[in-house]
């Protein structure tokens, strides 16, 4: 075990500060993890598919975990306007709303990539070319012969034809698979393309992956065989070999004299992270059970029109606390400018 999630639900900060009291036998990283939506799931069909044995709580809490070390993988799960985030998901049509949101999802899911051997037949069904059909067939392959060693290998299982391998294949995940191109978002069209390329310069490919200094230097006139395009391509594709495009994960400390809205004073400087940007400002989790508003107004030193291009979800802000209207249970933030 390396880390600890826990949600932010209530009592989530007095978890918290219990588990950071505890002497373990390793060093341990505690997150505190968005937990919207996690009770829909835990009582879902999918939940009770997954964990047929375990009750809702215990399902609750894994699906927390995951969301710390695979939050798309988990979230997919969920129905996108059960999360809880946004301001009009309800007022609107909600097969358009699906259609919308299930493009995003997707469009995620082609530019991270999907493990095939790890992920679920909800995930898989998002990639291009699959489907549910042929994802429920991909984890039935993988229950009845074991890991899928290649992409090729995929040519194998029930339905999944040549049209959907050419679609789906460079959106594919394939860990410690022979050919370590499997691992990237090279599509299987362009192996022996990459295969020249390092033949070329004197490397093995995998050698070649993730070496920024010499594909920076490599020019597409010494690969006439290569068209501009697919030469600009496959070198921005090797640049950033393997599936998970995050970075390290911030750990944000909240002032820890701050546990629930009556300790707030106007003139505070706290620290939060942004859970929720709208058309008139973004709400705030700065460690109570309330999230704070930072309207646009406060957002910055100039007319702000549209939040969203001056702040973003999950970023990490400093505030001051402006207002508290501890019987609305309201709290004003304006965003600290460095």
Do not use: W
């Not at 909600?94 to 999802?105: A, C, I, P, R, T």
């Not at 012969?145 to 049209?163: A, C, M």
């Amino acid at each position: 075990m390396e880390a600890i999630a826990i949600g932010d639900g209530t009592a989530g900060r007095e978890t918290e500060r219990m588990i950071k009291h505890i002497h373990f036998d390793r060093d341990l990283e505690v997150f505190v993890v968005r937990e919207d939506g996690a009770s829909i799931y835990s009582a879902s069909p999918i939940a009770r598919k997954e964990f047929p044995d375990y009750d809702i709580t215990v399902r609750g809490a894994v699906s927390i975990g995951r969301r710390l070390m695979d939050p798309l993988a988990e979230l997919v799960k969920i129905d996108p306007k059960s999360v809880g985030v946004g301001q009009y998901q309800h007022e609107v049509n909600q097969s358009m709303l699906k259609e919308s949101l299930d493009d995003v999802v997707i469009s995620c899911v082609n530019k991270v990539g999907v493990d095939v051997n790890t992920a679920s037949p909800y995930l898989l069904s998002y990639v291009s070319g699959l489907g549910p059909t042929l994802a429920e067939n991909i984890v039935a392959y993988r229950k009845e012969n074991g890991r899928i060693g290649s992409r090729d290998e995929l040519k194998k299982v029930k339905r999944l034809g040549g049209k959907a391998f050419e679609q789906s294949a460079g959106f594919i995940r394939i860990r410690n698979s022979k050919n370590p191109l499997d691992n990237s978002s090279v599509h299987p069209e362009s192996y022996v393309l990459v295969e020249k390329m390092a033949k070329k310069m004197n490397m093995r490919v995998e050698d070649l992956m993730g070496n920024t200094e010499v594909l920076s230097a490599m020019k597409q006139t010494d690969f006439p065989e290569i068209d501009a395009y697919t030469f600009v391509d496959i070198i921005g594709e090797l640049k950033k070999p393997g599936r998970d495009p995050r970075k390290k994960a911030k750990m944000l400390e909240f002032d820890g004299r701050i546990k629930t809205i009556e300790d707030l004073q106007p003139g505070m400087v706290l620290t939060g992270i942004v859970t929720n940007v709208t058309n008139f400002g973004a709400f705030v989790n700065i460690g109570i059970k309330e999230n704070g508003l930072i309207h646009k107004s406060n957002l910055a030193d100039e007319y702000v029109e549209d939040p969203s291009e001056y702040i973003s979800l999950h970023e990490h802000v400093e505030v001051r606390v402006m207002e508290v209207d501890i019987s609305r249970k309201r709290v004003g933030l304006k965003r600290m400018l460095k």
